[in-house]
Nanobody, 127 residues
Framework: EVQLVESGGGLVQTGGSLRLSCAASGFTFDDYAIGWFRQVPGKEREFIAAVSLSQGSKFYADSVKGRFTISADDDRKTGHLQMNSLEPEDTAVYYC????????????????????WGQGTQVTVSS
């Protein structure tokens, strides 16, 4: 069965760090794009970060640039989102997603480009 399994969420104080992981089951991330999105209740899911493993290009939302880092293990089975200098505004459910097809590289920001999704992991940042 093909699925993505996230882990690493939790409760952290302002200024703290968390590392989210996204494990691929039933496939590997070879030539995939891995994206991370987050959602707050009552709001639309928003793009956070993505990496095109075929091109090595990384993309970040302005709100997390310089604080979050996206990566993938060399075996292409697990992706990560390192989150530093966390703020209460980062509190959300975080989702990883993957796709082997992008309309073009700029579409990496669009959630409708991704067809594998994880179940989500809660990140809560206390003030």
């Amino acid at each position: 069965e093909v699925q993505l399994v996230e882990s690493g969420g939790g409760l952290v104080q302002t200024g703290g760090s968390l590392r989210l992981s996204c494990a691929a089951s039933g496939f590997t991330f070879d030539d995939y794009a891995i994206g991370w999105f987050r959602q707050v209740p009552g709001k639309e899911r928003e793009f956070i970060a993505a990496v095109s493993l075929s091109q090595g290009s990384k993309f970040y939302a302005d709100s997390v640039k310089g604080r979050f880092t996206i990566s993938a293990d060399d075996d292409r089975k697990t992706g990560h989102l390192q989150m530093n200098s966390l703020e209460p505004e980062d509190t959300a459910v975080y989702y990883c997603a993957a796709t082997s097809y992008l309309r073009d590289l700029q579409s990496i920001y669009e959630e409708n480009q991704y067809y594998y999704w994880g179940q989500g992991t809660q990140v809560t940042v206390s003030s």
